[in-house]
């Protein structure tokens, strides 16, 4: 705030704002930059964490006030959707913005504005979206990208459920919840049948796939995620239904313990390639949620062995030769939320120590006077120019959570579920009004809140811990 704003997110070496267009371009990156201040909107439920709510009123204030969505300006659907529209939802009114008394839903009123925004992004004859939408002109405006690309990544099209849904149940506007469907059940559709995995990268006019490799890393992370945790937040038994079948190929082909490698769809014993990409740290997490505990521990540990001896995960690694191929880091958080997940599910101190050495390795490699940098190669400590908004979005809530007593939290955090940002959802969800209906001959009986609740709690409370599972 003091360096950056209004800026979508802070340059920490040179202590200003990264402007989208006055900066050299990043490519893809820049796509996250939608020229609304992302950093802060992505960063206003890590103040409910807090429990800083004057901070947080303020911040409510700014948005109301100063964030733009009408911008001409080509930004990614998949990062705009779960850093932007993430965090409207009513964890903001119900457990911080009760002393609010000026408050009148002016934040779901811009989560709709947004979400009215990236729907023109859906209008294909495969219910994929487009990769990229025009904040103001849609698809067909004059940003020659929108429109005309043709290809989008699996976890793009499938890391859409939880925040239109809840957007959805939340405004009473069952739209956006009917597309977020229709995408995923088209990706469910078009999985190769034999493997049961899907590829990488999909035409979203033909569907049929461009990049067949299939791992769960970039590309595919976080479709998986949001099967599970539609099930989890929606309570529709078929969600689950498609992440145990993904699963069960997913441990019976990628995952070579304590490694998972990408293979190929069509010829799954065949591997694909012999290095791992740092967004797959989240998979131990999600088998923590799944109930599935060795194989989560496994992986996480020869992830922690590779933190260890670099510091930070670089982007890619080289495990059989052990060998890392790109040393950058941009601060990602899923190790760390993996770290979170085990050490509540097994409440083991080891989870601790490892936080701690996340922690203290930020604070003496990556911290800079104006705020953390990305390292640019870890083997040097040389820095980039970078602070993504995830940082905080994120890892910090996540390191926070790690280390937090239970006097610390204002609310039960076990009453929510975490989208792949990070963002807080209520499990209330599960029995607020909604009118898409299953697809034909499938039966779907929708859990009571209560049940959905105790599935959650019980992930955390009825792992049993065994001397040959946790050392």
Known sequence: MDHAYPADELMPLTCRGRVRGLEPSRGDVDDALGKFSLTLIDTLDTLVLLNKTTEFEEAVRRVLTDVRLDNDIVVSVFETNIRVLGWKHRIIYNDAGHHMQWYQDELLHMAKDVGLRLLPAFNTSSGLPYPRVNLKHGIRGPESRTGTETDTCTACAG??????????RFTGDPVFEVHARRALDFLWEKRQRNSNLVGTTINIHSGEWVRRDSGVGAGIDSYYEYLLKAYILLGDDLFLQRFNIH?????????QPPLLLDVHIHKPLLPARTWMDSLLAFFPGLQVLKGDIRPAIETHEMLYQVTKKHNFLPEVSSLLCSLSTSFFHPLRPEFAESTYFLYKATKDPYYLEVGRTVLDNLNRFAR?????AAMKDVRTGSHEDRMDSFFLAEMFKYLFLLFAEEEDLTFNVEDYIFTTEAHLLPLSLSTAPHTPSPPANTTVQAPSLPHLSAYVKSLWVGVVRSPAVIS
Not at 368 to 372: H, K, L, S, T
């Open 159 to 168: 890391t859409i459920i939880l925040e239109f849904a809840a957007l959805s």
């Open 247 to 255: 699963y069960a190929s997913i441990m019976k082909y990628i995952s």
């Open 368 to 372: 800079v006077p104006c705020g953390f």
